[in-house]
């Protein structure tokens, strides 16, 4: 994976295995938004767009400071 600077926004895509609607009911979704928010709030993120699909995410983001998108997710 190339790696890009930090201040860069990246894309972002998360599908579910074998692209099963997993994502399909609302309280799942809301808690990937709750996640989200929590991230933004923390100043680990910034977010600018975002797409929920039943079955793979997007995501249009960068890390605030010296974090990483890598690093948001331990």
């Known amino acids: 994976m190339e790696k890009y600077p930090i201040y860069w926004p990246q ?4 599908t579910i295995l074998e692209w099963k609607a997993l994502l399909k009911p609302a309280k799942y979704k809301d808690i990937i938004i709750q996640s989200l ?3 933004i709030a923390k100043k680990k993120i910034t977010l600018y767009a975002f797409v929920i699909m039943d ?20």
């Open 37 to 39: 928010q929590h991230l």
């Open 55 to 74: 079955n793979h995410i997007h995501l249009i983001w960068h890390a605030v400071g010296d974090k990483t998108p890598s690093a948001n997710t331990t």
């Open 11 to 14: 894309f972002y895509t998360s």
